[in-house]
Structures are given as structure tokens and as C-alpha cells.
């Protein structure tokens, strides 16, 4: 129940491809991308991932069609509107490139996990407002995977089963 999470890759295929490297290492089961792909080139290096992709579109992906057209026809994953909610392994998952509705969703109690993008700082956090049917929610921003901002390139993990969440620098 382990999953890769990325964002922000901004058309670095070198940092996708060292991503990727990462996430077959650790054995992930899902990777989702919380947006901003940039071109559908991108989906070459993710080819090599050994796991299906989720992904949302970000504020600065243009050509949707052409991107989900690559990334579905490549046998990369599947790239859904913004935000996407779906189950994987009995959780609820809800991914968006959208802060700004972050806390609402971690807030509601809905989900396990709330991940998203935009900001290209790692956020790893756990909300615990709890509710019938969760304690807590994790709330995740795993950084920029393309390095261009922060002059850091970072992915995340969380491990479901132990219940534990992580930043990985590349």
C-alpha cells in the first residue's frame, strides 16, 4: 500500500527520470501527480515506472487533451480535472494542484489522504480532526519534483500500511 507522490515536474525529464528510479526502488503500488506536467513529452521517462499514475492537471498544463492523449496511449496512467478523488487500497484519496482548498478537504473528514501541488514546498502533515470514520488525514505537498524554484527536487512517499509519510530529495 505504498504510493509515490510527485508534482511540479515543469518538463525536467532528468528529474522525472531520477523520480522514477526512486519509485521503482521503493516497490510504490501508485503514483499520483498533483499537477503542472507541462508537455506531453513528459510521459517518455515515466514509462519506465513499474506502477499505474494518477494525475490532475495543474495550472500551467495547456494542451490537456494532447497530455492525456500521451500519457494514456504510452500505457503511463490516467490525467483527470482538477481535484480527482478515488479509492486505492480501501483509502480515499483526493488529489488537486489547487491550495487553496486544501484545508476544507483534509477538514471534512472525507478522505485518508489530501495531496496537492502548486506551491513547490514539501508539506507533510497529518490533520486530525477527527470524524466518524477517520482520525486523522494526511495532508501532503511532496515539493517540486523540477528543482527550478526552491533549487530542491523532491517526490514523496506514503506507506499506508505503516502509516507513515516521508519526503525524498533527488
Known amino acids: 500500500m505504498k504510493v509515490g507522490i510527485i508534482s511540479d515536474t515543469h518538463d525536467n525529464l532528468d528529474a522525472i527520470g531520477e523520480a522514477v528510479v526512486i519509485f521503482n526502488d521503493e516497490g510504490i503500488e501508485l503514483l499520483i501527480h498533483a499537477g503542472d506536467f507541462i508537455s506531453p513529452f513528459t510521459s517518455q521517462p515515466f514509462k519506465k515506472l513499474k506502477a499505474p499514475l494518477v494525475g490532475v492537471f495543474g495550472n500551467n498544463d495547456g494542451d490537456k487533451l494532447l497530455l492525456k492523449k500521451f500519457y494514456k496511449s504510452d500505457g503511463v496512467g490516467e490525467l483527470y480535472e ?18 487553496q482548498i486544501v484545508e476544507p478537504l483534509a477538514a471534512s473528514g472525507r478522505y485518508d489522504a489530501v495531496i496537492f501541488g502548486h506551491t513547490h514546498n ?6 486530525s480532526g477527527r470524524t466518524e470514520d477517520r482520525e486523522k488525514t494526511w495532508v501532503i505537498n511532496p515539493g517540486e519534483c523540477c528543482g527550478y524554484l526552491t533549487g530542491r527536487k523532491t517526490v514523496a512517499l506514503l506507506d499506508f500500511a505503516i502509516d507513515a509519510a516521508k519526503p525524498v530529495t533527488l
Not at 82 to 99: L, N, Q, S, W
Not at 122 to 127: D, G, H, L, R
Open 82 to 99: 482538477d481535484p480527482y478523488e478515488f479509492d486505492f487500497a480501501d483509502k480515499k484519496i483526493i488529489v488537486t494542484h489547487k491550495p
Open 122 to 127: 514539501v508539506v507533510i502533515e497529518q490533520y
